[in-house]
């Protein structure tokens, strides 16, 4: 089993920036994949970005050049951070971190609310 633990969400004005962190807790030893996905009110859940155990990553193309995602294996826990500059009203959106293990079972977070609004 594994938990993960979010946050860093909040309200921002446009062009601002925020970090969201999720914790891995448990059977860490199973992730391969985390990532960070989000859902805007009346809108399916989509992915933002993803970085795998070796460090591959992939975004989302409305995110490129503005959101960095990272990861950190540190003891017992594995954190994935994602760091959004330059954010626009249309990120507005509950994140949800995600974890895949090697055996394509998925994990996901309570969720985290980010407004982007002046």
């Known amino acids: 089993q594994v938990h993960l633990v979010e946050s860093g969400g909040g309200l921002v004005q446009p062009g601002g920036s925020l970090r969201l962190s999720c914790a891995a807790y448990?059977?860490?030893?199973?992730?391969?994949?985390m990532g960070w996905y989000r859902q805007a009110p009346g809108a399916e859940r989509e992915l933002v970005a993803a970085v795998t155990s070796r460090g591959s990553t992939n975004y989302a193309d409305s995110v490129k050049g503005r959101f960095t995602i990272s990861r950190d294996n540190a003891g017992n826990t594995v954190t994935v951070y994602l760091q959004m500059n330059v954010l626009k009203p249309e990120d507005t959106a509950v994140y949800y971190c995600?974890?895949?293990?090697?055996?394509?079972?998925?994990?996901w977070g309570q969720g985290t609310q980010v407004t982007v609004s002046s």
């Open positions: 448990g059977s860490i030893f199973t992730i391969n994949t």
């Open positions: 995600k974890a895949t293990t090697y055996s394509y079972v998925n994990y």
